[in-house]
């Protein structure tokens, strides 16, 4: 499928649109459709050298964008957010073929993406700083400015919206953005946003897409001219930006992985129950940070849970999102189908029952369901990232708790009852960045503060209210009618 459209001609995508998305000797990659393996494209990819440059451009067109009028900057984020909406099935289009999006997904995250635009357009208006107490004479004042150039390092899963939900505001509040989308995305996950600011009339210089591979990555970690890290990814590789941020004193944030529980009580609807389970689970083939990695079911309604669960499993559609309507797309590649083959032929191993599933044609992995899975199982602690339920039985609110809570990650919880005081009294000894009662893990209103706790993030959070701290820094302003006359 090449992009011949007016919003996305396939030069446009191909990055020889760009400022520093195409430069003499870097590689290219082709652009592969996961559900059918056909080549869609292919795209510049960058290296350290064309990181630098983009960072050295992109840091003298930020000066004059944060000097800029705040209406100004509102505008742009206006019209891209329009531009948006008016592409909305061309956009939808790519996430399904490039990233094996269900049409389901698909809409989903086109949605989410231009609510984080129309939000961050509200950023500019925003107040920015406040007056404080001080001596008789002085106007004393803290007020946020922008950090300058952004790295902006973004997934696979949600190419889009995660790549967005970091760029809209950066820019929005007068910084500059270097965009490094995964190479398997970059259309979808870059240059789809490029298409938008550029159309929407950002002034050149400002954002840059540059697919890479790591080397790419550390250059951005280590580039002086980039004041700021924003990274969403595994928790293996954010490690590793972290540090390499860290040791240059640059902000960082880290948006991680997660083995995010859903525990069900006992006086749970058991309909309702399943339904979230499988939203979950299974939505994006379980390829989400905030997927439910465990489902925690009491012992009382544990066997009816486990039958229903496994029908919803066996009964859900498997194949191209692209020619039919299905609940399951294909996994990104290879690499990640045979992680999830390996870790379900280990749960086995380790004693947890195969109910459904656990077979794979090409990129197609079958609905699955593990039962009886204890907490020395490997399925229980790592991360799968493909639609396996991890079913776990306990006995008291307590134990549901310490079996929560028994892991390195701390991204996003949910719990299941009748009883909503009884929930949220559980809720709150859970160690989780995000908490959900009556819903499952997999939730985002673009207009909440996101972020984890462990091994799922540093602590800092994206989204609504978070953003203006994230992408500014506190400035200390004083101001006299004239100096005093020190003493000495």
Sequence with gaps: MQATSPFLPADVWSGKLFDGAWQAGASTQDVIEPATGTVLGRIAM???????SAAATAAKAQREWAAAPYETRAQVLRRAAQLAEQHNDEIVQWLVRESGSTRLKAGFEAKVNTKALHEAAALPSRS????????????????????????????FNFPLYLAMRAVAPALALGNAVVLKPDPRT???????????????????????????????????????????????GSTGAGRKVGEAAGKHLK????????????????????DLAIANTAWGVYLHQGQICMAT?????????YARFLEKLVAKAASLKVGDPATGDVAIGPLINAQQRDHAARLVAEAQAAG????????????????????????????????IFAPVAVVVPFDSDDEAVELANDSEYGLSMAIVSSNVGRALKLGE?????????????VN??????????????????????????????WQWLTVKGEAPAYPI
């Design 293 to 301: 990695g465990r489902v925690l079911v009491q012992r009382g309604i």
């Design 186 to 232: 970059a259309v979808c996950g870059g240059f789809v946003i490029a298409r938008l600011f550029e159309l929407a009339g950002l002034p050149a210089g400002l954002l840059h897409v540059l697919p890479g591979d790591g080397a790419a990555g550390a250059a951005l970690t280590s580039d002086p001219n980039i004041a700021m890290i924003q990274f969403t």
């Design 128 to 155: 920015i700083g406040e007056v404080l107490p001080s001596e008789p004479g002085r106007l004393n004042l803290a007020r946020r400015r922008p950090l300058g150039v952004v790295g902006v390092i973004a997934p």
């Design 251 to 270: 902000k960082v944030s880290l948006e991680l992985g997660g083995k995010n529980s859903l525990i069900i009580l006992d006086d749970a609807d058991i």
């Design 46 to 52: 960058t290296d350290p050298a064309g990181i630098a």
């Design 429 to 441: 000894r859970l160690r989780t960045g995000l908490l959900h009662i009556n819903d499952q893990t």
């Design 352 to 383: 947890a029952t195969l109910a459904t599933g656990g077979t794979y044609q090409d990129l197609f992995f079958a609905p699955t369901v593990l039962s009886d899975v204890s907490r020395d199982n490997p399925a229980f602690h790592e991360e």
């Design 444 to 473: 985002d209103e673009v207009i909440n503060p996101f972020g984890g706790v462990g091994a799922s993030g540093n602590g800092t959070s994206i989204g609504g209210p978070s953003n203006i701290d994230e992408f500014t820094q």
